[in-house]
Nanobody, 123 residues
C-alpha cells in the first residue's frame, strides 16, 4: 500500500508559479512510478507528468512541456511538480498517483491516488 498526500495548490495569476508536493508513505520500490494528473470541471482526468519514485526519466504532456518540472526528493519521500508560466487553462484539481508497474500516461494504470489539490489560475 502507498498513501499519497498532495499540497501546494492555490490561486495564482497568469504567468505565475506554484510548486505542488506529493508526500508518500508506505511501500515504494525502484519500480514505483509517480504521475501527476489534473481534472478540470466537466473534463476528463488528463496526464500531466510522471517519473519514477527513485528518480530517473521524466515524462510530460505536450501542453505543459517546458513549463512544468517533475522532480523527487528521496530523503523526504516526496515528489514535486514545479509549475511555471501558468495559464488559466491550467486551472484544475491536481492529483498525484502511483503504481508499482511503471510510468504510464493513462490514469487507469495507477493504483494509489491522493486527495487532490486545487490550482486556480486567474487571467
Amino acid at each position: 500500500q502507498v498513501q499519497l498526500v498532495e499540497s501546494g495548490g492555490g490561486l495564482v495569476q497568469a504567468g505565475g508559479s506554484l510548486r505542488l508536493s506529493c508526500a508518500a508513505s508506505g511501500r515504494t520500490f525502484s519500480s514505483t512510478a509517480v504521475g501527476w494528473f489534473r481534472q478540470a470541471p466537466g473534463k476528463e482526468r488528463e496526464f500531466v507528468a510522471a517519473t519514477y519514485w527513485n528518480g530517473g526519466s521524466t515524462f510530460y504532456a505536450d501542453s505543459v512541456k517546458g513549463r512544468f518540472t517533475i522532480s523527487n526528493d528521496k530523503a523526504k519521500n516526496t515528489v514535486y511538480l514545479r509549475m511555471n508560466s501558468l495559464k488559466p487553462e491550467d486551472t484544475a484539481v491536481y492529483y498525484c498517483a502511483a503504481n508499482h508497474r511503471g510510468v504510464s500516461s493513462f490514469y487507469g494504470e495507477y493504483d494509489y491516488w491522493g486527495q487532490g489539490t486545487q490550482v486556480t489560475v486567474s487571467s
